[in-house]
């Protein structure tokens, strides 16, 4: 399961970048020694210890083995959803948005009710900068699993990816209606406020996120730039300080300034997107 997370990161104190996921070719990253995976899989026996061999390969740090080794086993018992959901999860994790996408869709045709796979679908569809296929995905999932908060959240960042933002203000509170705590819920809700310009209710959403004992850089971050665009250059150089140097809060307050004055623009190089386990 995954949280789906805006953030700002300061790049050098004074910037800040979209991160994504790599859209290099999967068949590229799985050329690789075939015959290895032949010898390494000759005596495994039947597709689940297959699987146990990938996870082990995972393990050891050789995602190019285990993917393979994943897809032997999709071969070997290609009605089972394990080895598809696997090689998804791995897939999307290594910066194959593309090929995660077509596991999962693979598992939705055996399934339409796997809501690991639906979800799975909307976040790659996000890594591929598809916000309203995304959104599509996670309103099936709105609406057949309405207690489903990460269908809120991920909902709300693909519209806030297309423009949208009143409608994924809402999502996200609605996520929030059904898990007040949710802190990354809480942190795109802001983020998105600061988009439409509503500076002193983002800092007061992250305020409360920011006292949480789990509460992240990222998060202090977002804090600094709500004040920051709001005017509150003393209170966003007391965030900023307390985990960078005085020079990178300097170079940070003088990027808000520029912002305030129209002199650079949060988009299109505004918010890095972060993926998190949850």
């Not at 297959?50 to 393990?59: H, I």
């Not at 996670?138 to 297309?162: C, K």
């Not at 996120?209 to 202090?220: G, I, L």
Request: proline fraction near 4%; glycine fraction near 6%.
């Amino acid at each position: 399961m995954f949280k789906r997370t805006f953030v700002v990161r300061l790049l050098a104190g004074t910037a800040v970048a979209l991160s994504l996921s790599s859209c290099a070719s999967f068949d590229e990253f799985l050329q690789g020694n075939h015959q290895a995976v032949a010898n390494q899989t000759e005596n495994a026996g039947d597709w689940r210890t297959l699987m146990q061999v990938a996870e082990t390969t995972r393990n050891k740090g050789d995602a190019r083995m285990a993917l393979l080794v994943y897809q032997r086993a999709h071969e070997q018992a290609p009605e089972k959803k394990e080895p598809l959901m696997a090689m998804a999860a791995l897939a999307s994790e290594v910066g194959a948005p593309r090929e995660a996408a077509r596991a999962y869709r693979q598992v939705l045709d055996m399934d339409s009710e796997d809501v690991e796979a639906r979800h799975g679908l909307g976040r790659a569809l996000i890594d591929m900068e598809m916000p309203l296929a995304a959104q599509e995905q996670f309103r099936i999932l709105v609406e057949t699993h309405p207690d489903e908060v990460r269908a809120y959240n991920g909902l709300g960042i693909a519209q806030d990816m297309a423009g949208d933002h009143p409608g994924a203000q809402r999502s996200y509170r609605m996520g929030l209606a059904l898990e007040p705590e949710n802190l990354n819920l809480s942190n795109n809700l802001a983020f998105s406020l600061i988009l439409t310009g509503d500076h002193r209710e983002a800092a007061g959403i992250l305020e409360r996120v920011v006292a949480a004992p789990s509460a992240t850089d990222q998060h202090r971050q977002n804090l600094a730039l709500a004040y920051g665009l709001a005017g509150r250059d003393t209170d966003a150089r007391s965030v900023l300080l307390r985990g960078y140097p005085d020079d990178v809060a300097h170079r940070s307050l003088a990027y808000y300034q520029d912002l305030r004055s129209g002199a650079t623009s949060l988009l299109p190089a505004g918010a890095a997107r972060e993926t998190a386990a949850e």
